[in-house]
């Protein structure tokens, strides 16, 4: 296979990259400030953060699937550009209702409703709207620069939301996320490769029966199905732990917002380091065994701040800890993305795409709300070390799958589809 043309000169999806990294970098400082606006500004507990995190994810568990059937029968960009307009717009309703002072957790629990529901739309359509911009290796590359990007916007995000709250407080920080929505949204506008109409639909389809032609793919299929699987329970256990993690570095650690941020973006830096290493790595291992090597980076995610206490001692254990943790996951996601979406047919990319976000963000809300409970209950470090054990898991679903005796993805399947690349034979 010859090697694709760098990335770097292919105009749009540097756009493209551009504006999801800007992008990013706003939900990135939303993801700390729209908590801590519960924390500091409405003094919610354990249980009612763990609650809204969860109002976060039932949009994806309620969802995903008819989406990623729409998605299928429609031209993605305007969709993705439509998205972050209604993104810019609810999300800008928590400073301006915070500066009338009639701000209360039940916007916020709307808010992180609304938005959701925006975002199962707009990833689902952005995962399956890639593929259409870049093929073959160019996609490898792709995902391990965005993923790159979403440690830079970790950085960015991260700790500019710990110097905004401090300075501005955490409602008004919230403003930034908003603005960089419509920055990416100028970004799609500017692209310029035109995008293949859907597939046409077979007569007398209905959307139910669409829904179950991507079900049978994703858990009928032997490769795609344990990959699916293992990325369910990740997130699953991100799910978990996310909120919890705030909070117990928040209560137990004492650390202060600007701190957090700090640690968060000084983390980022490995996610910068496996962006940078996803290619290299991918042509010298192959897609699958990189997979089942860099999975097991989420099982150690959690392991420094369970060790650490409170002081410089513990804060330097957790940043070091973070930062070698987030580069394997960073590697994992490109690759695990990348070998989802080079076996799946395009007429099934939505579908699939939904699936597995339906899988993975679906189960956040039930483990959201059962690790709150669970805190509440046995207190906020045992439910992350109940965290840590279920991170371990998706290894051993990947090292009983197939993925173990193959190197490299099918041929067959690798290059169906893409007209930039030579037929196999």
Same mark, same amino acid.
């Given at each position: 296979?010859?090697?694709? +043309? ?68 429609? +031209? ?6 439509? %998205?972050?307009? %209604? ?84 409602? +008004? ?15 799609? #506008? ?18 139910? @029966? ?14 795609? +199905? ?26 137990? #650690? ?8 700090? %640690? ?79 076996? %799946? ?46 991170? @371990? ?9 197939? #993925? ?22």
């Amino acid at each position: 296979m010859p090697r694709a +043309r760098s990335l770097w000169r292919h105009r749009d999806f540097m756009l493209l990259w551009s504006g999801q990294s800007i992008s990013m970098s706003g939900t990135e400082l939303s993801a700390l400030a729209i908590p801590f606006v519960a924390l500091t500004t409405l003094s919610a507990s354990p249980l009612e953060i763990s609650l809204l995190t969860t109002a976060g994810y039932l949009p994806h568990l309620i969802a995903s699937l008819p989406v990623g059937a729409m998605v299928d029968r429609r +031209r993605r960009r305007p969709l993705l550009v439509w %998205c972050n307009l %209604c993104q810019a717009l609810v999300l800008g309703s928590i400073p301006l209702t915070a500066a009338a002072g009639a701000l209360a957790l039940p916007q916020l629990y709307g808010v992180a409703m609304t938005a959701a529901l925006l975002a199962v739309v707009f990833d689902t359509a952005y995962q399956s709207y890639l593929p259409s911009l870049l093929h073959g290796d160019q996609l490898v590359e792709g995902h391990g620069k965005l993923g790159m990007s979403m440690s830079l916007a970790t950085v960015a995000g991260q700790s500019g939301a710990g110097a905004l709250i401090t300075l501005i407080g955490a409602a +008004r920080a919230v403003t930034v996320d908003a603005v960089s929505y419509l920055v990416s949204a100028a970004t799609l #506008l500017l692209i310029r490769t035109p995008e293949q109409p859907p597939s046409p639909r077979p007569a007398g389809s209905r959307l139910r @029966t669409e829904i179950a032609q991507g079900l049978r793919y994703v858990f009928r299929g032997p490769l795609m +199905r344990p990959v699916v699987v293992a990325n369910a329970l990740v997130s699953a256990a991100i799910g978990g732990v996310w909120s919890l993690w705030i909070v117990y570095v928040y209560r137990e #650690l004492h650390w202060s917002a600007a701190e957090t941020g700090v %640690c968060m973006a000084l983390s980022a830096a490995g996610g910068i380091a496996g962006g940078l290493l996803t290619t290299r790595l991918t042509q010298r291992l192959g897609l699958p065994l990189l997979l089942l090597l860099s999975v097991s980076g989420y099982a150690f995610d959690l392991i420094p701040t369970l060790l650490a206490g409170p002081g410089i001692a513990g804060y330097v254990l957790v940043t070091i800890g973070h930062s070698v943790a987030i580069a394997i996951q960073t590697i994992y996601i490109a690759a695990n993305r990348s070998f989802r979406q080079l076996i %799946c047919p395009p007429e099934l990319m939505g579908r699939m795409n939904a699936t597995s976000r339906w899988l993975a963000l679906g189960s956040k809300p039930l483990f959201a709300a059962l690790f709150g409970l669970l805190a509440t209950w046995l207190g906020v470090r045992a439910a992350l070390a109940a965290g840590a054990a279920i991170f @371990t898991l998706p290894t051993f679903v990947l090292l009983a799958s197939p #993925l173990r005796s193959i190197r490299h993805v099918p041929i067959p399947q690798l290059t169906k589809g893409d007209p930039h690349e030579p037929a196999a034979g």
